[in-house]
């Protein structure tokens, strides 16, 4: 979820996790960590949107009844 974070913050294309800068350096960090496919990364990041707006919706609706 830290790349689909990054990726989503840096307003990057999830094309970046095959760039070779991007990889030396995670590899440098975690040899061993597996990096997600750019699918991945895109599939994560509409879920992640879908629960944090389903997150708001539902904090906006509390929020409503409470007025």
């Known amino acids: 979820m830290e790349i689909v974070r990054w990726v989503a913050e840096s307003a990057?294309?999830?094309m970046v996790v095959k760039n070779c800068?991007?990889?030396k350096l995670m590899k440098i960090g975690q040899p061993k960590y597996?990096?997600?496919s750019?699918?991945?990364v895109a599939y994560d990041t509409?879920?992640?949107f879908a629960k944090s707006h389903?997150?708001?919706v539902n904090l906006l609706q509390?929020?409503?009844m409470l007025l």
Request: hydrophobic letters at 30%; charged letters at 20%; one cysteine or more.
């Open 34 to 36: 597996k990096i997600p």
């Open 38 to 40: 750019p699918k991945t």
């Open 12 to 14: 990057r294309p999830c």
């Open 54 to 56: 389903q997150h708001i």
């Open 46 to 48: 509409k879920t992640l």
């Open 62 to 64: 509390v929020g409503t």
């Open 21 to 23: 800068g991007f990889l």
